[in-house]
């Protein structure tokens, strides 16, 4: 082999091992903390008259358990069994989880599992027992916690590879249809701690959901885009971060339903459809 011959199979696999790194950063997710972002910000809602609110009562769609914020050992998860089974779930994700669960079934000719919903605070010491800290959340510091997460898989592929099953990547794509997102995304490990887990899907509710996985965020980034007191507008719903107070409304949602959460940071996050 002559020497240009020699510099052009060289040239040649360096292409293709640098084709092969770049596709496997790509895959799991690693480039995108090098990729720009593009800047999230929600419309202001426009309004001139206001009311004194207070929440009569809260739901958990947007409670943040992260490594920094936990939750106490005696948390109140609203518990009940998905539909005729032994799995326990947060009251508020059972019938959004049958709807996923049903469209798999009937549209892509295949049964969704859940291994792992519910975990109390005690069934969260074993598993950090088991897995260590580079896996597993410590104690109180688990979405398992709340009921509000499920870790789903389909036959023959589970963990990672539930991304590579039709389910995976319908999952992946279009949860954010039935008030789930992909808690920890691709290459977000600097703002959710965790690395990409595709099969871990967390309730949120609309219009939340919607808005986090049609613009790539995180929970912890999308908590974070709302400035105190201020109204959003996304579609036909608005939100807004309180004080855990009494507080000012738009007078025109006054008769219509508001949902408020408690976000576990010491404030709430209030929403309300109002077309």
């Known amino acids: 082999m002559n020497t240009k011959s020699r510099v052009l199979m060289i040239i040649t696999i360096a292409v293709v091992l640098i084709t092969l790194a770049l596709g496997y950063l790509y895959y799991t997710g690693a480039l995108k903390k090098y990729l720009p972002k593009k800047e999230f910000k929600l419309e202001e809602y426009q309004y001139t008259d206001t009311v004194i609110y207070s929440p009569k009562e809260y739901v958990p769609n947007l409670v943040l358990v992260n490594n920094e914020w936990g939750i106490d050992r005696d948390y109140d998860s609203q518990l009940e069994y998905y539909r005729d089974t032994d799995v326990l779930m947060n009251k508020y994700a059972i019938e959004p989880y049958g709807q996923l669960s049903d469209y798999i079934k009937e549209n892509l000719n295949d049964k969704m599992f859940v291994s792992s919903t519910y975990r109390s605070y005690e069934d969260q010491e074993r598993v950090l027992g ?27 592929h589970a963990g990672m590879g539930f991304i590579d099953s039709e389910v995976g990547k319908y999952v992946n794509s279009h949860c954010g249809e039935y008030g789930f997102i992909i808690r920890y995304p691709q290459g977000r490990k600097d703002v959710t701690g965790f690395d990409y887990e595709p099969w871990h899907i967390r ?17 912890e980034e999308y908590l974070g885009s709302f400035e105190w007191f201020k109204w959003y507008q996304y579609g036909d ?23 408020c959460s408690d976000d576990n940071r010491g404030d709430i996050i209030c929403w309300c459809k109002i077309k």
């Open 130 to 156: 088991e897995e260590g800290e580079e896996v597993a959340a410590k104690p109180g510091h688990s979405e398992h916690q709340t009921g509000l997460a499920m870790d789903v898989y389909v036959k023959y």
């Open 203 to 219: 309730y949120v509710g609309h219009p939340h959901s919607d808005i986090i996985m049609s613009n790539d965020l995180t929970l």
């Open 237 to 259: 719903y608005i939100i807004s971060l309180q004080k855990k107070s009494l507080f000012e409304i738009p007078a025109e949602i006054a008769d219509k339903e508001i949902f």
